[in-house]
Nanobody, 124 residues
Framework: QVQLEESGGGLVQAGGSLRLSCAVS????????VGWFRQAPGKEREFAAA????????GYADSVKGRFTISRDSAKNTVYLQMNSLKPEDTAVYYC?????????????????WGQGTQVTVSS
């Protein structure tokens, strides 16, 4: 069983920054991905970014590329999502999730474990 817990959400003005954290605990194998998804009201959950825990390779959705950066701290078992140049359309509940995959997983059904989510609100 794997547990994930997000933190760091909040209210920020457009153009501002936030850093989300995802603490990973429980039984994990060395090769897995941790991804960030987001879900705005009335919309489907969408992929934002993911990182391979072992090798550190990353992938991003086009909508966040160049503004968001995903990283990991192995000593703290934590994955971060640094979000810069935030826009009102980034407003959503952000979830972190874990997947065992041989390639970058970008679809929600590829992920087995999910956190509870953290709200990010960007005001215009």
């Amino acid at each position: 069983q794997v547990q994930l817990e997000e933190s760091g959400g909040g209210l920020v003005q457009a153009g501002g920054s936030l850093r989300l954290s995802c603490a990973v605990s429980g039984r994990t194998f060395s090769s897995y991905f941790v991804g960030w998804f987001r879900q705005a009201p009335g919309k489907e959950r969408e992929f934002a970014a993911a990182i391979n825990w072992r090798g550190g390779s990353t992938g991003y959705a086009d909508s966040v590329k160049g503004r968001f950066t995903i990283s990991r701290d192995s000593a703290k078992n934590t994955v971060y999502l640094q979000m810069n140049s935030l826009k009102p359309e980034d407003t959503a509940v952000y979830y972190c999730a874990q997947a065992y995959s041989s390639r970058l997983p970008i679809r929600s059904f590829e992920y087995s474990y999910w956190g509870q989510g953290t709200q990010v609100t960007v005001s215009s």
